[in-house]
DNA sequence: AGGTTATATTACCATACGGTTATATAATGT
DNA sequence: ACATTATATAACCGTATGGTAATATAACCT
């Protein structure tokens, strides 16, 4: 999770499945952590450790109804893996014409 | 690397530094297992034992031109994280107009 | 206050991962 | 055939990861 810097790696906190599950249902909607248990195959504590990766990578944010906690998406990092995927696009978009092929690889 | 099933996950494939940085070199020019050395910080034996993984999972093909390997990019397999990264690109992209945006959300 | 519900943290464990050194394999050249 | 070059595999090792059970923390309710 911490490479040498100790700095957290995006992409190695996407890899792992059950968070992209977690990701997958805060797109849905807002959950309590109850719901996400529900819906996981973990442990409440599971659950719990991944949410904080999570939070930590500011993947999630939390808003609280009583004892509830409520986790929101926040999806904008994950921009970071779009832009690394960026350049790989054209390998296999068949949307792109002639021209935007030639420009693109012409840098 | 391989799930319950025994199945890769192309998210752990690319998360790990090294891989994407020999995925990323080959994006350049097809290179031999040499030439990946000398851009790496990893011995012989370290890259081979990525370029590996990444011919398992689809991601470079081979062809030998005498006692080199040369190793070509095939980056198609990366479609599968373009696509679940789908959905989440409205949450950042400021591109999208008024109306796309109403569409996106009655899904 | 005491009990219940909801979540987070701690402590622990088995396994997987990434790295290295040493060795095997294979093609080239003399 | 023998040495050299290039790459792959094997064997091994320390550490990080992901999981759980047990416990702590905190808010609610009567």
Do not use: C
């Not at 109850?34 to 409440?44: A, F, I, P, W």
């Amino acid at each position: 999770m911490l490479n040498q810097k100790g700095t957290t790696n995006l992409f190695e906190i996407i890899a792992e499945t059950n968070r992209r599950n977690i990701i997958d249902l805060l797109r849905t909607r807002p959950r309590s952590v109850g719901e996400l248990v529900e819906r996981s195959q973990l442990s409440q504590p599971g659950v719990s450790k991944h949410l904080r990766i999570l939070r930590e990578a500011g993947l999630v944010t939390i808003s609280k109804d009583s004892q509830k906690h409520i986790y929101h998406l926040r999806a904008e990092p994950l921009v970071e893996i779009d832009n690394w995927l960026e350049p790989y696009r054209r390998f296999w978009s068949n949307k792109l014409d002639a021209l935007e092929q030639f420009l693109d690889e012409e840098e």
